[in-house]
């Protein structure tokens, strides 16, 4: 099993309701646990440990300057405000393309099925459709920045 197919199998694991999966072959042990780590224990007598996305923690992002304070956790919204949040980890970006504008700008109504940004995961880009209908409020991720799974995108006034 690659590296890349134990991405994918934590990729489908963050996305679907499951804590925990276990799988075992004569060649390698994977247990996978939302709230803790992946373990992968080769026949090879030297185990490889690879971070399990977590919900509940926050994660380190790369990009950011060391000088720069880590963003605080965004207030939550009014009663009449709802937020997006990103459906997987990736790189969310705000249009398709740099040359063409944003796909939501604040303001802007959103109805289900509206494409509000794309997240990039594993070479893929996914668009990410409006559940809800809505007015932009506020816009909480930097286009081209790290978006972690469940992390809040937009929030929307309904």
């Known amino acids: 099993m690659s590296t890349q197919d134990i991405q994918?199998?934590?990729?489908?694991?963050?996305?679907?309701?499951?804590?925990?999966?276990?799988?075992?072959?004569?060649?390698?042990?994977?247990?996978?646990?939302?709230?803790?780590?992946?373990?992968?224990?080769?026949?090879?007598p030297a185990p490889v440990a690879i971070a399990a996305p977590a919900p509940a923690a926050p994660a380190a992002v790369p990009a950011q300057p060391?000088?720069?304070p880590a963003p605080a956790a965004p207030a939550a919204p009014a009663a009449n405000q709802v937020?997006?949040?990103?459906?997987m980890i990736g790189t969310f970006y705000r249009s398709s393309n740099p040359e063409t504008p944003s796909f939501v700008e604040v303001g802007d109504e959103i109805k289900p099925g509206k494409v509000v940004c794309i997240?990039?995961?594993?070479?893929?880009?996914?668009?990410?459709?409006?559940?809800?209908?809505?007015?932009?409020?506020k816009v909480l991720?930097?286009?081209?920045?790290?978006?972690e799974y469940d992390q809040p995108l937009f929030v929307v006034e309904i």
């Open 119 to 137: 997240i990039e995961a594993m070479k893929l880009f996914n668009e990410i459709e409006s559940e809800i209908s809505g007015r932009i409020v």
């Open 83 to 87: 937020t997006i949040k990103s459906p």
């Open 141 to 147: 991720v930097e286009n081209a920045t790290p978006v």
């Open 66 to 68: 060391a000088a720069a």
């Open 8 to 44: 994918q199998l934590i990729d489908f694991i963050s996305k679907s309701g499951l804590d925990e999966v276990n799988i075992e072959t004569s060649e390698l042990k994977i247990n996978v646990k939302r709230s803790a780590s992946v373990t992968v224990a080769a026949a090879a």
